[in-house]
């Protein structure tokens, strides 16, 4: 139920951990992976995403903010507000026709922690009782109407098949208790 993101748009050296200072675009590979989780929190059992936060193997996680972000952001917003905005712009484009999720099942803070600041993006599962409640995400790199799940600490990219079993099995009324 906790999912931890270096960043939104600005791509980390996997080795050393440092920001990579010559990026020219925002990362479409990193956007997408916070676009999936949420996703999957949200076609699941809901959950927590942090930005700004390292989780890289063999370290303890540790905020190393969300500044590096606002670089992306539009002109007169890069700061905390424009990284906000531009987050919830780009999930209402993602979620489609799903756009009430934003306002229902979505909440996102940007919050100082060890004097950075890091955004907390608390999710709620998506209704059930309804295969039509079930969430789709427009990606970037992986296409138009994607389906992801979480199973334990990692999203999975659904297929067709496995998505509509799940789809089934999940948000149908007739196994909702």
């Known amino acids: 139920h906790l999912e931890l993101k270096s960043s939104l748009w600005s791509k980390y050296n996997n080795s050393t951990g440092n920001l990579i200072e010559n990026q020219e675009n925002k990362s479409d590979e990193l956007q997408d992976a916070v676009l999936k989780t949420i996703a999957a929190f949200l076609n699941t059992d809901g959950g927590v995403l942090l930005i700004g936060v390292s989780d890289r193997k063999g370290n303890k996680p540790s905020a190393i903010g969300i500044k590096p972000d606002y670089r992306y952001c539009k002109k007169g917003y890069k700061n905390r507000e424009?990284?906000?905005?531009?987050?919830i712009d780009l999930l209402?484009?993602?979620?489609?026709?799903?756009?009430?999720l934003l306002q229902t099942k979505i909440d996102i803070n940007i919050l100082d922690y060890q004097n950075e600041e890091i955004c907390r993006i608390d999710v709620k599962p998506a209704d059930r009782g309804n295969i039509n409640n079930a969430v789709y995400v427009k990606t970037k790199t992986l296409g138009d109407e994607e389906f992801f799940t979480r199973i334990g600490d990692t999203t999975s990219h659904n297929s067709a098949q496995t998505a509509m079993k799940y789809i089934f099995s999940h948000f149908n009324k007739e196994n909702v208790e």
């Open 82 to 87: 424009g990284f906000r905005h531009g987050l």
């Open 92 to 100: 209402k484009v993602a979620l489609m026709k799903q756009e009430h």
